[in-house]
């Protein structure tokens, strides 16, 4: 079958780094991607990695391993407003298959 | 206007009525999305149409039909749904070759009500 897991909650201080990870079992692999979704709103895409490595954009980068099926998602100087839930995601062919959602507490 | 842009934005229904949701992408897209959200199963992918052509159909239920008349326009008509079908119904697109296959963007949703 396929599935993507990563933990349901991650709780964090204002100004802090987080790391969200993410796990990955399915039939074909394009490449791994990030969404953030604030309550009430739509998921909206954060970052990308097709290769292995380190992608960095501002606070967010985004790291994958092809060989461990395992990616995360790091946030630097972490802000309130970057509370929300994350969301990995894999394209299969042509499906994009998502994980259940990473909830971020952050603490003032 | 600019994105991908979902009607009607709420809704609410009987189980013996039709209804259809509609969305709409000015972005050049050639791939469009229905994907279910509710707190059960968030972002449950329901239907997959590349280049007009449906790619993927993950054993939905019959009570959902989707229909794409061209890239730009996608919909999905309901008919005597069930109210476990209450939930947010996100439409996305996306390009179809290279690193922007794998970027959705996503309307901002439809919430169906169905009692």
């Known amino acids: 079958g396929q599935s993507l897991e990563q933990p349901s909650e991650v709780t964090a201080v204002e100004g802090a780094i987080v790391q969200i990870n993410c796990t990955y079992q399915?039939?074909?692999?394009?490449?791994l991607s990030w969404y953030q979704q604030h309550d009430g709103g739509a998921p909206t895409f954060l970052s990308y990695n097709g290769l292995d490595g380190l992608e960095e954009t501002g606070r967010f980068s985004s790291f994958l391993s092809r060989s461990d099926s395992y990616g995360y998602l790091l946030l630097q100087e972490l802000q309130m407003k970057d509370s929300a839930s994350y969301f990995c995601a894999v394209r299969d062919d042509d499906k994009i298959i998502f994980g259940k959602g990473t909830r971020l507490h952050i603490l003032p | 206007e600019t994105g991908v842009t979902q009607t009607p934005r709420h809704l609410v229904m009987g189980m013996t009525n039709k209804k259809s949701l509609k969305c709409e992408q000015h972005?050049?897209?050639?791939?469009m999305y229905w994907y279910k959200q509710s707190a059960k199963k968030p972002l449950e992918l329901m239907f997959v149409y590349s280049l007009e052509e449906r790619v993927e159909n993950n054993s939905v239920p019959s009570r959902f039909s989707p229909e794409c008349p061209n890239s730009s326009h996608l919909f999905l008509h309901l008919h005597t749904l069930q109210p476990e079908d209450s939930a947010l119904y996100l439409c996305?697109?996306?390009?179809?070759?290279?690193?922007?296959?794998?970027?959705?963007?996503f309307g901002a949703g439809s919430r169906l009500t169905v009692l």
């Open positions: 399915t039939s074909g692999f394009y490449g």
């Open positions: 996305a697109s996306s390009q179809t070759q290279g690193t922007g296959a794998n970027v959705l963007t």
């Open positions: 972005l050049g897209h050639n791939a």
